[in-house]
Every structure is written in structure tokens, then in C-alpha cells.
């Protein structure tokens, strides 16, 4: 079973969640990507479970939150001062990594993570 995102679409700001299944409870990274037509996926946002270390791309950092609810095993990624460059099919994906790793060009790196969600589509106009 995949992680399953829900969302819509918005100028201004939008809240992008992920519900985690059963299948990656043991994840310990939790991680929003991002892939626009053309181009190649790239890391948006990401968090150790439990929220030991959050870890943005420079596009974002600033206008977009990553957070989790514990309770639910859902993953949200809040996204404020949308720009038309922000438009893309947006992914969640899960993985374990060691809790030492703390660079963000790690845990942000697509071929890092083996449990993806099946995308929900984001167009800024």
C-alpha cells in the first residue's frame, strides 16, 4: 500500500497531506518532492519522525512547512506565497535513514527514498 496524498489547487496558499499506510510505519524521514513537466524530481521538504530536524530547498524555505501528526501518521506540507514556478505534481515518500544524517542534500534526494505516494498535481497560474 503507497502513502496517498489529497489537495487541490490555489494562488495563494494550500495544504498538501499525506497519509501514511501501515506498509511504512518503520520510516523514520518523511519527505515532500516535486516534479514539474520536463523536469527532474527534486526535493521540496523533509522531517525525521518526531520532529528531531526539518530540512527545506532554498525555493522554499521561508513559504513552505513541513509537519506531522503522529497520532493520524499523516504528513503535511503547508504552502504559502505559491509562485507559478511552484506548479508541479507533488509527491510524499518514506524512508529510514540513520538519525546522525543531517544533510539536507541527503534526506532531499529522490533516489533516497523506496516508499512514494502516487502524486496530486499542484498549478499555480
Known amino acids: 500500500v503507497q502513502l496517498v496524498e489529497s489537495g487541490g489547487q490555489a494562488g495563494g496558499s494550500l495544504r498538501l497531506s499525506c497519509a501514511r499506510s501501515a506498509y511504512t510505519y518503520s520510516s523514520n524521514c518523511l519527505g515532500w518532492f516535486r516534479q514539474a513537466p520536463g523536469k527532474e524530481r527534486e526535493g521540496v521538504a523533509a522531517?525525521?519522525?518526531?520532529?528531531?530536524?526539518?530540512f527545506y530547498a532554498g525555493s522554499v524555505k521561508g513559504r513552505f512547512t513541513i509537519s506531522q501528526d503522529n497520532a493520524t501518521n499523516t504528513v503535511y506540507l503547508q504552502m504559502n506565497s505559491l509562485k507559478p514556478e511552484d506548479t508541479a505534481m507533488y509527491y510524499c515518500?518514506?524512508?529510514?535513514?540513520?538519525?546522525?544524517?543531517?544533510?539536507?542534500?541527503?534526506?532531499?534526494?529522490?533516489?533516497?527514498?523506496?516508499?512514494w505516494g502516487q502524486g496530486t498535481q499542484v498549478t499555480v497560474s
Open positions: 515518500a518514506a524512508d529510514s535513514f540513520p538519525p546522525t544524517v543531517r544533510r539536507s542534500d541527503y534526506v532531499l534526494r529522490p533516489s533516497e527514498y523506496k516508499n
Open positions: 522531517v525525521y519522525r518526531g520532529g528531531s530536524g526539518t
